[in-house]
């Protein structure tokens, strides 16, 4: 394999038996993760330090080792196009870690996905979620109650609060009321345990996780994984036989959307996306202070915003936009291909993985221009098209066959979510926030958000 991708032009390590560049990954990610930087930092050294370090060390045609696994680095706009739409080709890997934390619709291929993607498509239609809207501004309106009670406790006009736990909790809600319905409290147990699973799984880099069986022996993370995954299954198990009753008896209700909302992504692209929004918002007052003129203009101070009004906002939907581009949730996408396949010019060898760095075309000056490392929702003014030129070059939620299916979804909770923060609040970074994105199934905040909100 090596000596093929070297004969087609592409450079990297020399393979090390077993482990590959598996070391040097994990102590660049640890060395990362303890030094925070900057809110003016280019932080995609941060977020993909092997990957970033790797390309500018060997260029733009370069590959990694997975341990005994080739990764191919793709950071061509046209060849990244081509991967994700020819998803019969280029499909996703089959690794213990997404059989773990992706085992919905995120997690399948061939036949079953497709059958699957047919099922769950209606539960995503505009007019679906509409019926959702009210469900989704209950749980955005118990957050931003919480926050005026915080503050008013404090005695004065403003306090601060670590922004980040409360979003993760209110996207884990809006699924909850949604999806789950009169099991709303189990739903949000579920919910919980979910979390912690993804926390246990992606905590620290270590080599363990590369090590074929590892998962299996009987160590405290494994066993707490285990007892995590059981409790699930129970809860689920017991939340589908009572709607089954329910439907037998003639109560249920084909609005409930049990079973259809889990085969979606989750949460955490949302929370994630709305805490990076108040972060740019907090340190770009101006483009906060434009956002909250268009949204009081709308909806006034008091009123509700609507579902049809919030397509109406233009500014907002930049600043989402922007956001999308600088803190793309899904930074990195990983393709594999099973048989000896052609991408373009390149042949690219059976079991080899295909990595694209969906954040570095994101920030790539010769794509965007020499302000692309910077928050400018003024580039997408006259909309996605026109900022890219008409280039394949925007993909916050991937794009062909296999595009999100949450995308509409998570934009809503997104829109309406800082539509109502714009309402109440004004927002600034705080002096103990510490500027450190994390990059793991997401591009989290390590340290959490921590900003100064003051009623408004």
């Known amino acids: 394999m090596e000596k093929l991708l070297r004969r087609q032009g592409f450079k990297g390590n020399p393979?090390?038996?077993?482990v590959g560049d598996v070391k040097e990954i994990i102590t660049q990610t640890k060395a990362a993760l303890r030094k925070p930087i900057s809110l003016e930092d280019d932080h995609l050294p941060r977020i993909v330090c092997f990957i970033h370090d790797i390309i500018q060390k060997h260029g733009e045609q370069c590959f990694a080792w997975m341990g005994p696994t080739p990764w191919l680095i793709i950071t061509n706009a046209e060849k990244i196009k081509d991967v994700l739409i020819k998803y019969e080709d280029f499909q996703k890997p089959n690794h213990p870690f997404t059989q773990l934390l992706m085992v919905g619709l995120f997690g399948l291929e061939g036949d079953t996905w497709v059958k699957h993607r047919r099922i769950i498509n209606p539960a995503f239609h505009m007019d679906k979620l509409k019926s959702m809207f009210h469900l989704i501004h209950e749980s955005c309106s118990l957050m931003t109650t919480s926050w005026e009670e915080i503050i008013s406790k404090g005695g004065s006009n403003s306090t601060e609060i670590d922004v980040w736990p409360y979003l993760e909790s209110l996207t884990g809600d809006i699924i909850s009321r949604v999806a789950f319905g009169s099991s709303y409290e189990k739903g949000r147990r579920i919910c919980d345990l979910?979390?912690?699973?993804?926390?246990?799984?992606?905590?620290s880099p270590q080599a363990s996780n590369y090590?074929?069986?590892w998962r299996f022996l009987p160590t405290k993370k494994n066993r707490r994984v285990k007892e995590i995954c059981k409790e699930i299954e129970e809860s689920l198990t017991e939340i589908i036989d009572s709607r089954k009753k329910e439907m037998e008896a003639g109560v249920g209700?084909?609005?409930?959307?049990?079973?259809?909302?889990?085969?979606?992504?989750?949460?955490?692209?949302?929370?994630?996306?709305?805490?990076?929004a108040l972060v740019l918002m907090s340190k770009h007052q101006i483009w906060q202070e434009r956002a909250r003129a268009e949204v009081l203009q709308l909806f006034g101070k008091d009123e509700i915003p609507t579902f049809q009004g919030l397509s109406h906002l233009k500014i907002v939907t930049m600043i989402l936009n922007e956001t999308l581009r600088l803190y793309t949730p899904a930074y990195m996408l990983l393709r594999k291909v099973?048989?000896?396949?052609?991408?373009?010019?390149?042949l690219v060898p059976a079991g080899t993985e295909i990595l694209l760095p969906l954040c570095i075309i994101h920030q790539d000056i010769n794509l965007w221009g020499s302000d692309a490392k910077e928050f400018n929702p003024e580039r997408f003014a006259q909309g996605i098209s026109t900022a890219t030129k008409g280039q394949p070059i925007y993909y916050p939620f991937s794009t062909g066959p296999r595009f999100c299916i949450g995308q509409?979804?998570?934009?809503?909770?997104?829109?309406l979510t800082l539509a109502m923060i714009l309402q109440r609040f004004s927002f600034a970074v705080s002096p103990t926030y510490i500027h450190a994105p994390h990059g793991t199934l997401t591009v989290r905040p390590q340290h959490g958000a921590n900003l100064i909100l003051t009623k408004i």
């Open 15 to 18: 393979y090390k038996l077993i």
């Open 408 to 415: 509409n979804l998570s934009l809503l909770e997104a829109k």
């Open 194 to 203: 979910q979390r912690e699973q993804v926390n246990l799984s992606i905590a």
């Open 211 to 213: 090590i074929p069986g």
């Open 338 to 346: 099973y048989k000896d396949t052609k991408l373009q010019d390149v």
């Open 253 to 276: 209700t084909k609005d409930d959307l049990l079973g259809i909302l889990l085969e979606s992504t989750g949460s955490e692209t949302t929370s994630t996306l709305i805490v990076w």
